[in-house]
């Protein structure tokens, strides 16, 4: 039996994959609410597919519940915030993962870490804690680390797809625990240590990162000398060796705008070019802001009210708005004092901020500009109901001629 911790973003579509595939599952989150939804026989967030591996996962008896489960193989999927002061990663949670388990392992037990984790995490927190345990590695438990590459919208898919990595102290226990994820991963399955795991995840976000901060920087400059930066980026691209990606709004979500600051916490004096690629994607939103304020002036409209903000997840057609851009926007707006803009997306179905519109045609008939945030099938789709608006298209979506652009 495998106990998953952590019934998020990642955890609970792995922990239904597996069960997919036979193998006994137990999924144990400490949020009561969260177990509670799942055995009542919901989903906890939109994907694409999640639905119908849950009912495979039914059918095969996975089981919910908010206790640690007594078992031989643990996968910890919890948060890994940074600290806002240090920018290094938080472990708590990890940590308090890690102690959970010890009180109930069997003897041998391998504990997975899937989690996201700066390199060293391992040996400077994990080691340390089960040490003062008076556990020994190797015996008593093993350690590993299997980083999760799945992209939030293609998750069941990219699971079952993408090539993986197991960083582990013993090779013996990661061919063991490559065998459970072959069960359902049919990509390559890299074997390494702990610490190239842990860190060539955090180098493939941190390379995303650097790589859409100079896209956007590219059209700072093109905005500034009225080129098109679009055009620009797609003739470039057409060099064998260049793939430079498209600019955007800013960066969000819990991977690409989290990890590269594990590196500048803990390489501080080393880390130059990612925390200026960084500065460059967090400065975004401001940027945006500038282009609504000259919009606004050029068409003579004072009132920020007649603004609406299309999208307010990190990316489309999921329903996850953790550090999005567009929230980094309306920070923004709060800093100016510029309060009373409109809002609609239809993947967030609770109202979580203010003048949050439900129905878009209603937020549609209060707005004279829209600045299109989030490139959602569903404003790809309804393209005719927004001709007649002032549009400012961010994700580079819309193909009427009059759209302003980022
Ligand atoms: N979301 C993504 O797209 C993505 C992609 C790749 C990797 N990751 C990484 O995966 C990890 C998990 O991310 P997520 O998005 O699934 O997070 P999440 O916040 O959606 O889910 C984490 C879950 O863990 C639970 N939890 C926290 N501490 C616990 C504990 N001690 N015991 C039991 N349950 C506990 C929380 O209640 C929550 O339900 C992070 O390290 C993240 O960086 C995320």
Partial sequence: MINIIGLGYIGLPTALMI??????????????ELITTLNEGKVTFEEKGLKELFQEAIANGIEFTTEYQKTHTYIIAVPTPYLKESKKLDSKYVVSAV??????????????IESTISPGTIDKYVRLVIEERGF??????????????????????????????????????????KGLYSHFCKAEIVITDIRSAEMSK?????????????????????????????????IANKHPRVDILQPGPGVGGHCISVDPWFLVGDYPDLTNLILTARKIN??????????????????????????????????????????????????????????GVKIFDPFVKKRIVDHQFMNFEDFLNEIEILVIMVGHDHIKYNMNLIKGKIILDTKNICTFDDAYKL
Avoid: W
């Fill in 99 to 112: 102690n959970s388990i010890l009180d109930i392992c069997e003897k041998g037990a391998a504990i997975i």
């Fill in 19 to 32: 069960a997919k595939y036979g193998v006994k599952v137990v999924g144990t989150d400490y949020n009561i």
């Fill in 136 to 177: 020994v590695i190797g015996e008593d438990v093993h350690l590993l680390h299997a980083p999760e590459r799945i992209i939030p919208g293609n998750m069941i898919f990219e699971l079952e797809n993408n090539s993986r990595t197991i960083g582990a102290d013993n090779p013996e226990i990661a061919e063991k625990i």
């Fill in 282 to 339: 967090d400065s975004m939103p401001r940027h945006v802001l500038g282009r609504i304020r000259d919009i606004m002036r050029k068409h003579d409209i004072k009132d920020i009210s007649k603004v609406g903000i299309y999208g307010l997840t990190y990316k489309e057609n999921v329903d996850d708005t953790r550090e999005s851009p567009t929230l980094q926007l309306l920070e923004r707006m709060d800093e100016h004092l510029a309060f």
């Fill in 202 to 234: 955090v180098v493939e976000n941190t390379y995303r990162d650097i790589n859409i901060a100079f896209a956007n920087e590219l059209a700072k400059i093109c905005r500034t000398d009225k080129m098109n930066v679009y055009e620009i980026i797609r």
